[in-house]
């Protein structure tokens, strides 16, 4: 082959691989396009979530550090609630999936294609999250008068045992004063138990 000859073919392969890299290029373009497009298209539909749930929203204080309402950008955009729930799209890119991580897992609260019954169970759960910590603080206020009737019930406890030892105190001595008794008794009965038998221990015993 003569060297114009390979000159052209190398033309020719240069021409068409500039070709095929364009057209790889345009198609993840088109990707690119498709993906952002889905993209956009779920970040869409889960502000129409919110858009519904704005008046519930609007009920909860501003400086509230539990609830994060939210549309999260990136790969799967996300209506964010509080830190362990929140709204996603399924593979369809129709169905809302209500979701919750806890420690045994992932856990779906709630899906559907309409927005009102997503918008219902997330209006659900914001109002147990908000009944379970009122009664977290409920509890925490109920708690604190407990703490002097608390030390007045230790005391009563701690004095029961000090009212008690006097108590004890007195039956041993009792017990004392009824040994010594007896046994005055005892040495009684003894002593004129001989004196019936020795009258000479008797009239030296009246002699004393």
Same mark, same amino acid.
């Given at each position: 082959? &003569?060297?114009?000859?390979? &000159?052209?073919?190398?033309?020719?392969?240069?021409?068409?691989?500039?070709?095929?890299?364009?057209?790889?290029?345009?198609?993840?373009?088109?990707?690119?396009?498709?993906?952002?497009?889905?993209?956009?298209?779920? /970040?869409?539909?889960?502000?129409?979530?919110? *858009? +519904?749930?704005?008046?519930?929203?609007? +009920?909860?204080?501003?400086?509230?550090?539990?609830?994060?309402?939210?549309?999260?950008? =990136? *790969?799967?955009?996300?209506?964010?609630?509080?830190?362990?729930?929140?709204?996603?799209?399924?593979?369809?890119?129709?169905?809302?999936?209500?979701?919750?991580?806890?420690?045994?897992?992932?856990?779906?609260?709630? +899906? &559907?294609?309409?927005?009102?019954?997503?918008?219902?169970?997330?209006?659900?759960?914001?109002?147990? /999250?908000?009944?379970?910590?009122?009664?977290?603080?409920?509890?925490?206020?109920?708690?604190?008068?407990?703490?002097?009737?608390?030390?007045?019930?230790?005391?009563?406890?701690?004095?029961?045992?000090?009212?008690?030892?006097? &108590?004890?105190?007195?039956?041993?001595?009792?017990?004392?004063?009824?040994?010594?008794? =007896? =046994?005055?008794?005892?040495?009684?009965?003894?002593?004129?138990?001989?004196?019936?038998?020795?009258?000479?221990? *008797? /009239?030296?015993?009246?002699? *004393?």
């Amino acid at each position: 082959m &003569s060297e114009a000859g390979q &000159s052209a073919a190398s033309v020719g392969n240069v021409r068409r691989l500039a070709d095929v890299v364009r057209e790889v290029k345009t198609a993840a373009a088109d990707r690119e396009d498709v993906v952002v497009e889905m993209r956009e298209a779920s /970040r869409t539909r889960l502000e129409l979530l919110a *858009q +519904e749930l704005q008046p519930v929203f609007a +009920e909860v204080p501003e400086d509230d550090p539990i609830f994060d309402f939210a549309v999260s950008s =990136g *790969q799967q955009p996300r209506l964010w609630i509080d830190a362990v729930a929140h709204v996603t799209l399924g593979h369809d890119r129709r169905t809302y999936r209500f979701l919750r991580d806890t420690r045994l897992g992932r856990v779906v609260l709630a +899906e &559907s294609t309409e927005i009102k019954p997503i918008a219902d169970q997330v209006t659900r759960y914001i109002a147990e /999250r908000l009944v379970e910590r009122q009664r977290m603080v409920e509890g925490e206020v109920v708690a604190l008068p407990r703490g002097p009737k608390a030390h007045s019930e230790d005391g009563q406890e701690k004095a029961a045992p000090a009212e008690g030892r006097p &108590s004890v105190w007195k039956a041993f001595l009792g017990a004392i004063v009824l040994v010594l008794a =007896g =046994g005055v008794v005892g040495v009684a009965s003894v002593l004129f138990f001989l004196s019936d038998r020795f009258p000479e221990l *008797q /009239r030296l015993l009246e002699l *004393q």
